[in-house]
């Protein structure tokens, strides 16, 4: 749905006006806050940018998600040079009760994920570096970073990391949330390869692998930002050459039977680990109808491959194929202005049955007849088979490896303009949400799990790891806090995209 996303975004001539850096006025219980900022300047080697400065507004546009750089305003911007900087910052941020946010790269659909209006935003923008140990088994990352840059120091080698579709995604968020990437198939999720975190965990700088702090370790793999400020991600490498990507457009009528070949495609993605499919269905303002696209990529560039049968006969308005380099796809699903947008995203997962698919597919047919949309710039629905290989018998926190059989990940993404129209789309979006869960769960088929990557402000993605992921996670966090932070001062401070769930109802 990228892919079609952006060619529709691509043709849109008229682009709103930014203004960044608006500014909040202090209220009489924060002026604790310039206290915080002044303090950091002067205790780290880092930097700390002050509003009205040019350095803190190249950075408030350094969003993906125009909310987040328009809407929030914090008093100054931290930016660390390493752990101890961060160290650093979280314990003056408790000594002065300042609340703040974390940024990697910048690009959660969640509005306020990674910025704060008042409060200050800890960018880790310069925590960048890449580093490939000897052997080459392995490449230690910044969180900073972003996969184009990492893809461009090993692809070279004949070599790759687990890593986001869109070269533009930050590396810190994208793990800590799971991270579902074109080798998944094979691999599984991004976090299944790291091997090591460096996290700094209410002012300590710890190390979590299998063999130190494991149950830190296991909890990051998932669990977002709850558990401390990771620095730096050390994961395993991979061989890869060039990539077989197989692409079509189709027609609206041809949607229930791409959903079909999905659901075939899924129930045998075991059979040819080196493939990954997604379709896309998208609708702009003056279309006539909805169109698809889909999109197959090969890791091991067959042109034979056996996930590709399933699509090659669904009737189409155009078809490609060609061989490519994955950071040149990578930088092509970065492709124009995203950054000027307003967005929501959300996704269900659902059990793989084309028929089903097709119900969802209708309740977006619905929206797009019974709603007015002419104050939107584009929307879509994307279909992302979960294989059995990609996800089950996996050591995280996703509550999925007792899974037995494919699920199929269902997104909806909405994007616009004019901030007036955001209660109506981020309203319009909470009532898909409902319907399309309602039409699962009427045929039984809704499953628990929410991508934490593409949860909306209203789902609670932790919940839907099952209760004995989530009281794991809930028992570890609680240890951290009575070890390390027993005041409660990082949790009750750091504002991240989606905590855990305070309710102890489930876990007693």
């Not at 809407?71 to 979280?90: E, G, Q």
């Not at 997604?278 to 279309?287: H, S």
């Not at 209760?467 to 809930?474: D, H, V």
Request: charged fraction near 20%; aromatic fraction near 10%.
């Amino acid at each position: 749905m990228w892919f079609l996303i952006r060619v529709a975004l691509a043709v849109v001539t008229s682009f709103v006006s930014l203004s960044y850096g608006s500014q909040s006025v202090l209220s009489a219980g924060d002026h604790h806050i310039p206290q915080a900022c002044n303090a950091i300047e002067l205790a780290i080697n880092g930097d700390v940018y002050h509003r009205r400065t040019s350095e803190y507004n190249d950075q408030q546009k350094d969003y993906w998600l125009l909310q987040q750089a328009k809407d929030y305003s914090p008093h100054c911007r931290v930016t660390p040079r390493d752990a101890k900087d961060v160290s650093i910052a979280l314990k003056l941020f408790g000594k002065h009760q300042t609340p703040f946010a974390v940024k990697s790269g910048g690009h959660s659909f969640l509005s306020g994920a990674s910025n704060i209006n008042n409060g200050i935003t800890l960018d880790l923008s310069r925590l960048n570096s890449i580093k490939l140990s000897e052997d080459k088994q392995s490449v230690r990352l910044g969180p900073g970073a972003t996969w184009k840059e990492v893809y461009q120091v090993l692809e070279p080698l004949g070599l790759t990391a687990l890593g986001a579709r869109a070269g533009s995604v930050g590396v810190g968020g994208f793990i800590l949330g799971g991270g579902s990437t074109w080798l998944s198939n094979r691999h599984g999720w991004a976090v299944d390869s790291v091997l090591e975190f460096e996290v700094v965990v209410y002012g300590k700088i710890k190390t979590a692998s299998s063999t130190e702090n494991p149950d830190l370790f296991w909890a990051l793999k998932g669990g977002g930002s709850n558990f401390g400020i990771v620095t730096a991600i050390a994961m395993a490498t991979h061989p890869l050459g060039d990539l077989y990507v197989y692409g079509q457009s189709c027609p609206q009528e041809s949607v229930p039977q791409g959903l079909k070949a999905l659901q075939s495609f899924t129930d045998a993605g075991s059979n040819d680990t080196g493939s990954s499919a997604i379709m896309g269905v998208m609708f702009t303002p003056g279309q006539e109808e909805l169109a698809a696209a889909i999109t197959v990529v090969n890791i091991d560039n067959d042109l034979n491959a056996e996930g590709l049968k399933y699509f090659t006969d669904i009737p189409q308005f155009h078809a490609d194929n060609f061989t490519i380099k994955l950071t040149e796809l990578s930088d092509q699903m970065s492709q124009y202005a995203d950054r000027e947008y307003r967005k929501i995203k959300f996704s269900i997962t659902v059990h793989n049955n084309a028929t089903l698919l097709g119900h969802l597919f209708e309740e977006l047919e619905n929206l797009v007849r019974d709603h007015d949309l002419d104050d939107m710039l584009a929307l879509g629905t994307s279909f992302q088979p979960l294989t059995r290989s990609h996800i089950s018998n996996r050591n995280n926190a996703l509550g999925l490896s007792h899974v037995t059989s494919g699920l199929m990940l269902v997104s909806f993404e909405i994007y616009w303009s004019d901030a007036a129209n955001s209660t109506y789309f981020e309203k319009l979006s909470r009532n898909l949400h409902d319907k399309l869960c309602a039409r699962a769960s009427e045929k039984q088929m809704l499953h628990r799990f929410t991508y934490l990557n593409y949860a909306a402000s209203w789902q609670e993605p932790f919940s839907g790891y099952g209760t004995e992921s989530l009281c794991k996670l809930k028992d570890i966090q609680k240890q951290l806090q009575r070890d390390e932070d027993p005041m409660g001062l990082f949790y009750g401070l750091m504002k991240v995209g989606k905590m855990l769930p305070h309710d102890d109802e489930v876990c007693g």
